[in-house]
């Protein structure tokens, strides 16, 4: 526990438990509510108070459909796929009355409390009690409210070629702790649903949180009226995708500033990630960090990579993929030069990741001090820093393992202010221009004469 208010003891919860938790009220799921103004009858919130160090003040998240009359949150669980959780419903697969056992789901290993768990400057995105539920919420759960943890910790073993290959190179040696002599690495990784408080998501995107609201209410077509109607309730759980913690080492000294963190934030490139496209750096970095985390735990140090699922920018998959059509179809071809021109013909915005949410994970972990941050962008860097985090080093993708076409992305990120590091010095307007990715003949017939004047198939990514 840090120097902050602690919460009370077992002894003073209980007590605190029998006063003030409510009965709860369960709502008929036989018919539907279409509108829930704050002040109407039989509105009744349980209340939340954001950034409170005693959990129980600060009050549980409540955002299923059981308790529509005390839910204190507007969204739905699980993000996109409670969209799958009523296809199961309507398909007779799922009794929507049914509440999970949780009874064996508790973390296997110990994350906070810290500090920062109570500054809501520090944590915006993110339920830090999240993966507490059946602990601090007991008294909830035991008298029949349905409170879902958002929020669950486990370990594993990660199998990945590049890992197999740095142990037959010799550039990691297998210790039978951190990493395996199979490859395999051990691994402490956590599962966290996005919850938002709306105050404090709005200053820090510099508006008002009506405005916010108002936002999210037109660009989502109406989905959440409730952004509108219930001003009272401040807490959000938005239909996006959440992120992965992954930690080697001991993740009990990620805290600790005199012990060696190695981190790495990253964003979803399922292409690059997962089928390994070499139009991007996005595996080759991910990969790269993974072997310098692993390296980092092999110190007695710990090894970090937090991964968002914010594919293509946050613009999603199918904008990408359109852009990259756009990237390869521009007169003269695919170049570093255009490459944020094309994202912003087709999406309008070169970026949607704002990385302001983004260290709110870091300050989960207690972060405060990052020894070696394997990233070259300055968003990043910059977003980590302002909140109070130090980094020491900063480490740019090893030259040799950007694939050839992406060179296009890579000089032209280095170009507009991406941190160079020592490997990148040099990239100036010339080389912006110079840089340009194969030639792709989209628009000519399989077998017919590319720009080269050749004859044979079309290259695809």
């Known amino acids: 526990m840090s120097a902050h208010t602690a919460p009370p003891s077992k002894k003073k919860r209980k007590s605190i438990e029998e006063d003030s938790i409510p009965t709860p009220e369960f709502t008929k799921l036989?018919?539907?509510?279409?509108?829930?103004?704050?002040?109407?009858?039989?509105?009744?919130?349980?209340?939340?108070?954001?950034?409170?160090?005693?959990?129980?003040?600060?009050?549980?998240?409540?955002?299923?459909?059981?308790?529509?009359?005390?839910?204190?949150?507007?969204?739905?669980?699980?993000?996109?796929?409670?969209?799958?959780?009523?296809?199961?419903?309507?398909?007779?697969?799922?009794?929507?009355?049914?509440?999970?056992?949780?009874?064996?789901?508790?973390?296997?290993?110990?994350?906070?409390?810290?500090?920062?768990?109570?500054?809501?400057?520090?944590?915006?995105?993110?339920?830090?009690?999240?993966?507490?539920?059946?602990?601090?919420?007991?008294?909830?759960?035991?008298?029949?409210?349905?409170?879902?943890?958002?929020?669950?910790?486990?370990?594993?073993?990660?199998?990945?070629?590049?890992?197999?290959?740095?142990?037959?190179?010799?550039?990691?040696?297998?210790?039978?702790?951190?990493?395996?002599p199979s490859g395999q690495s051990i691994v402490s990784k956590a599962a966290i649903e996005p919850v938002w408080y709306l105050p404090e998501i709005a200053r820090r995107f510099g508006c008002t949180e009506t405005t916010l609201r108002q936002s999210i209410f037109q660009m989502t077509n109406g989905m959440y009226p409730e952004l509108i109607t219930r001003p009272?309730?401040?807490?959000?759980?938005?239909?996006?995708?959440?992120?992965?913690?992954?930690?080697?080492?001991?993740?009990?000294?990620?805290?600790?500033?005199?012990?060696?963190?190695?981190?790495?934030?990253?964003?979803?490139?399922?292409?690059?990630?997962?089928?390994?496209?070499?139009?991007?750096?996005?595996?080759?970095?991910?990969?790269?960090?993974?072997?310098?985390?692993?390296?980092?735990?092999?110190?007695?140090?710990?090894?970090?990579?937090?991964?968002?699922?914010?594919?293509?920018?946050?613009?999603?998959?199918?904008?990408?993929?359109?852009?990259?059509?756009?990237?390869?179809?521009?007169?003269g071809g695919d170049s570093a030069e255009n490459y944020f021109a094309c994202t912003e013909q087709v999406a309008g915005v070169q970026d949607t990741r704002f990385q302001a949410l983004m260290p709110d994970p870091l300050h989960f972990l207690g972060v405060t001090k990052i020894h070696n941050f394997i990233s070259m962008s300055d968003m990043k860097y910059n977003a980590i820093v302002n909140t109070g985090i130090e980094i020491v080093n900063r480490v740019e993708i090893p030259k040799e393992l950007v694939p050839d076409d992406a060179q296009v992305e890579i000089t032209a990120k280095v170009f507009h202010g991406y941190n160079a590091g020592e490997a990148y010095q040099g990239i100036d307007e010339d080389e912006l221009k110079k840089t340009v990715g194969r030639e792709y003949a989209y628009d000519k017939p399989e077998g017919g004469e590319n720009a080269d004047g050749n004859r044979g198939n079309v290259v695809q990514d």
């Open 30 to 180: 036989d018919h539907i509510n279409l509108t829930s103004h704050s002040g109407t009858f039989g509105v009744d919130p349980i209340p939340v108070s954001w950034g409170h160090p005693d959990p129980l003040v600060r009050g549980p998240v409540i955002c299923t459909v059981r308790h529509s009359s005390q839910r204190n949150a507007i969204g739905a669980h699980s993000g996109s796929y409670c969209v799958y959780t009523g296809l199961a419903v309507a398909a007779g697969k799922l009794n929507p009355e049914y509440v999970p056992n949780l009874k064996l789901t508790s973390p296997v290993f110990d994350i906070g409390p810290h500090s920062s768990w109570y500054d809501p400057k520090k944590i915006a995105s993110i339920d830090p009690f999240g993966h507490l539920t059946t602990d601090v919420y007991s008294s909830y759960l035991n008298k029949g409210f349905d409170i879902r943890p958002t929020i669950a910790i486990t370990k594993a073993h990660i199998d990945l070629p590049e890992t197999r290959e740095a142990v037959q190179s010799g550039r990691l040696k297998p210790d039978g702790k951190v990493l395996l």
């Open 232 to 331: 009272d309730i401040k807490i959000f759980l938005p239909p996006i995708g959440g992120l992965t913690i992954y930690i080697w080492g001991d993740p009990d000294t990620i805290p600790d500033e005199d012990i060696e963190l190695t981190c790495r934030v990253h964003d979803e490139c399922n292409g690059s990630d997962v089928f390994g496209s070499d139009i991007c750096t996005c595996r080759p970095y991910l990969t790269h960090a993974i072997e310098e985390c692993i390296k980092t735990a092999q110190r007695g140090g710990a090894g970090l990579v937090i991964y968002f699922r914010k594919e293509g920018r946050s613009l999603g998959e199918v904008t990408k993929y359109l852009v990259y059509n756009t990237r390869k179809r521009q007169e």
